[in-house]
């Protein structure tokens, strides 16, 4: 069950799809067109499909018309947060039965909650990059305490944490499950995500977007994926590209 109809599977080699009883979830990162057309080879609805950078409510009814099931909007900017039309998105994905997610790219707890006042998503996605040593318990520390402030302010909004994993061949277990630890008690998803490692030139990580993980082009350590499935209670959602087999487990694959 790891292929979508009319499409070639295209994943690392010696990476296996693992689908079960319940639910598989992906996260594509194409154009609308794209994503649409992947979706009608789609089986069944045992596919839980998520979306990202959804900004207007024109595109959202598209989606909501071919069944996606987590629609995702961004803040792009702390100074620039109130913005109508987003609003008005996220309300109508809240309203259609799909659930709607909020990604902030701002970290301040304060100012997140400013956004989640206003705008009333279903889901809030945290995705701050996380460096390595020496800053890496301090950052993780810092992370979890404005986190859980924000957790227990909201206690209906779910909260989504990206957990970056870097490219196969990667030291990095040890690092990731002292993250998925901190950050358990405050989640109730994990979203792995690619991060990209530090060049030997800039002598630390840069990402596409700095501060923040994600939107790369390159697929994760899948590995690494599979170890965190088993490790943590929470679920965890493997973003990648609709050609490629995601997974979503909780203790285990499902």
Not at 9 to 24: E, F, I, L
Not at 50 to 61: D, K, L, N, R, T
Not at 226 to 245: D, G, M
Request: include cysteine; glycine fraction near 8%.
């Amino acid at each position: 069950g790891g292929t979508i109809p009319g499409y070639r599977m295209a994943r690392p080699a010696g990476s296996r799809c693992r689908r079960g009883r319940d639910r598989t979830y992906f996260t594509p990162r194409f154009s609308v067109e794209f994503e649409l057309e992947v979706m009608k080879g789609m089986p069944d609805k045992s596919v839980l499909t998520q979306i990202y950078e959804i900004q207007s409510p024109g595109v959202a009814e598209k989606l909501l018309a071919m069944g996606v099931d987590h629609i995702g909007s961004v803040v792009l900017d702390e100074r620039n947060w109130k913005i109508p039309e987003l609003k008005e998105t996220v309300r109508l994905v809240s309203e259609s039965g799909a659930r709607s997610s909020l990604l902030p790219l701002f970290s301040s707890a304060d100012a997140v909650s400013r956004a989640l006042d206003y705008y009333q998503p279903e889901i809030v996605h945290l995705c701050e990059t996380i460096p390595s040593a020496p800053d890496f318990r301090r950052r993780i520390d810092s992370l979890g305490t404005a986190q859980a402030r924000i957790r227990e302010r909201f206690p209906g909004i779910s909260v989504m944490r990206s957990l970056p994993v870097g490219p196969p061949g990667m030291e990095q277990k040890e690092r990731l499950m002292e993250m998925a630890a901190r950050f358990e008690p405050i989640s109730d998803f994990f979203l792995t995500d690619t991060v990209l490692p530090a060049s030997k030139d800039a002598g630390k990580e840069e990402q596409p977007v700095p501060g923040f993980v994600g939107i790369t082009g390159t697929t994760c350590d899948w590995e690494m994926v599979a170890e965190l499935v088993k490790f943590t209670r929470v679920p965890v959602i493997l973003a990648e590209n609709p050609l490629t087999c995601v997974v979503l487990g909780a203790g285990k694959f499902l």
